[in-house]
């Protein structure tokens, strides 16, 4: 059950997608809760369901040949089975999303503050000479020099990593309560991720909203986020504090996804620890743990019985596993 400080909550979430090789279910059941002002860290290999369960949540997906079914209430709405209209009235005041490649997301033919005008416009009925002027105030928050200058500028004349700053301006506009942020710093250079990444803390912080990160790298939510959830094959596998899901993992999965990020602490060239195997064709999946053609630890058990999402510890850690790692196997955070 939500509370005061609930602002979203997600029950028994899929996602299936109808293919012409059958029915590809790309988010199974998922359910999770998230508080006002916290910021939580969604991670697992690409094709592990991430970015499709963000964009449901966000209502974004496709109008035909898919079928959504549970629950997503966000600040007293639900999102699936709403109305298109509906939707649009949340899109930008309630929620908005940081797309992982600004220029998909600009239109490289239109000015950036025009852009960012055009949502202050329509969304907050503001006159253009409110709107431009908040404009800059956005561009200014978001870190660009010399913002009234900028204002003028097409997409194609900044770097990637000042496009990606007007997207998150373009996102903020509407000061909306949760911030979904998929992979906000694929193809930037590790100096500029962590601008962007500090940037997002920033404003999260001064605009008090929530913050769902959506990445493959578990260094990307080591210290930026209060709790993180695993997902493979379209299902949680993990769920906990960071603290917890660094030191006190019980997913081998999660191990070998840790294992697998590159450490400062490694002599250099240190060759980086790839997790065996191919992540599970979705169309048909085997009948037991997802993970378990993979896990040097599965047994007879693991290939016959999908385990469920089961508590760990008293503060909501929960794994889905039959053979789980010992507590003290945990990395330190």
């Not at 404003?203 to 993180?228: E, P, Y």
């Amino acid at each position: 059950m939500s509370d005061a400080t609930t602002l979203l909550v997600v029950k028994d979430l899929a996602t299936t997608f109808q293919t012409p090789s059958g029915p590809l279910p790309a988010v199974g059941g998922v359910s999770f809760t998230l508080k006002e002002n916290e910021t939580l860290g969604i991670v697992g290999e690409s094709g592990s369901g991430k970015t499709v369960l963000s964009r449901t949540i966000m209502g974004l997906q496709p109008r035909r040949n898919v079928e959504v079914t549970g629950s997503v209430l966000l600040n007293g709405f639900e999102v699936v089975g709403a109305s298109e209209e509906a939707k649009r009235a949340i899109w930008g005041l309630e929620v908005a999303m940081v797309f992982q490649d600004p220029m998909t997301s600009l239109n490289p033919v239109m000015r950036i503050g025009k852009q960012i005008d055009e949502i202050l416009r329509v969304r907050l009925k503001m006159d253009r000479h409110a709107a431009k002027a908040r404009a800059i105030e956005l561009l200014e928050l978001v870190g660009i020099p010399s913002p009234a200058e900028r204002y003028g500028v097409f997409p194609g004349e900044l770097s990637g990593g000042m496009r990606q700053r007007v997207v998150i301006a373009t996102a903020l506009a509407g000061s909306p309560k949760l911030l979904m942020a998929d992979e906000p710093t694929t193809g930037l250079d590790v100096t500029i991720q962590a601008q962007i990444l500090n940037l997002l803390q920033s404003v999260k912080d001064q605009m008090s909203m929530s913050v769902v990160l959506v990445t493959h790298d578990l260094g990307v939510v080591a210290t930026r986020t209060s709790r993180i959830i695993v997902m493979y094959a379209g299902r949680i596998v993990e769920m906990g504090t960071t603290r917890d899901v660094f030191a006190r993992h019980r997913m081998p999965y999660t191990r070998a996804l840790l294992e697998g990020s590159p450490k400062v602490s490694n002599p250099s060239h240190t060759r980086l620890l790839a997790i065996p195997g191919r992540p599970p064709n979705l169309l048909d999946l085997p009948q037991g743990c997802a993970f378990a053609p993979r896990c040097s630890f599965a047994t007879d058990i693991c290939r016959k019985e999908r385990p469920e999402l089961e508590p760990s510890f008293e503060d909501g850690h929960a794994f889905a596993c039959w053979n789980p790692l010992p507590v003290s196997q945990g990395v330190p955070a």
